[in-house]
């Protein structure tokens, strides 16, 4: 089945730089990749996806990048604002009927004032 | 508009117990799921219902565990005998379609003692 590694397991940037976390994946059928970010006590909230038809997608200070040769996606944060704070999960799937999201450990994210 | 909502927020329990959590999906959402998050851990697929059909129970970790849905709405998760190491944060989210964003509820964090 599909295995998800996400990288760091923690990251702390100052306030105002950017921030990468990175992802693989091995089933190579999987073709949609979401990203989450959950803030303490509460469930996760999507912030972004991307599906294996696109490279790259960007909301705002929130971008997606996809290479399905190497099989990895990450999320990048530009200009990091304190309320990015979060434990921030990457998942993939494939639709077989449902699209049962296989998740990544968490990376948490600091941002230092 | 209302978004998923899971109750208890907390549960504790002892070992050997049986206990409910239940699931409210976002009204009109036909898809519902249920992970686990264990401590420090990614999320974990356990069941999928969509509509009226017969749940995807593929992900359900022993007999213990069981869920149902009524009237294409609420569900329940019900896990009996419970043991420690069920001990989680049990997390439901809903979504329009089966191939549709999930949105997630905050959570039942179930301690078993």
């Known amino acids: 089945g599909e295995n998800v590694e996400q990288h760091p397991s923690t990251l702390s940037v100052q306030e105002g730089d950017s921030a990468v976390i990175k992802c693989t994946y091995s089933d190579s059928a999987s073709n949609y990749f979401p990203w989450y970010k959950q803030e303490l006590g509460k469930g996760p909230q999507l912030i972004i996806d991307i599906r294996s038809n696109v490279g790259e997608k960007k909301d705002q200070r929130i971008a997606v990048t996809l290479n399905k040769t190497a099989k990895h996606f990450s999320l990048h944060i530009t200009e990091t604002q304190p309320e990015d704070s979060a434990v921030y999960f990457c998942?993939?799937?494939?639709?077989?009927?449902?699209?049962?999201?296989?998740f990544g450990q968490g990376t948490r994210l600091t941002i230092n004032p | 508009g209302a978004g998923v909502s899971q109750s208890p927020s907390n549960k504790v329990t002892e070992k050997g117990k049986d206990v409910e959590l239940r699931c409210d999906p976002i009204s009109g959402h036909t898809a519902l799921y249920w992970y686990r998050q264990s401590l420090g851990q990614g999320l974990e697929f356990l069941i999928y219902f969509q509509g009226n059909s017969a749940p995807d129970k593929s992900g359900l970790p022993s007999d213990r565990f069981s869920a149902e849905r009524t009237g294409g709405s609420v569900s329940t998760l019900t896990i009996q005998r419970t043991q420690q190491e069920d001990s989680a944060v049990y997390l439901c989210a809903s979504s329009p379609n089966p191939k549709g964003t999930q949105y997630f509820g905050p959570g039942t964090r179930l301690l078993v003692l």
């Open positions: 998942a993939a799937s494939k639709f077989q009927g449902a699209q049962k999201l296989v």
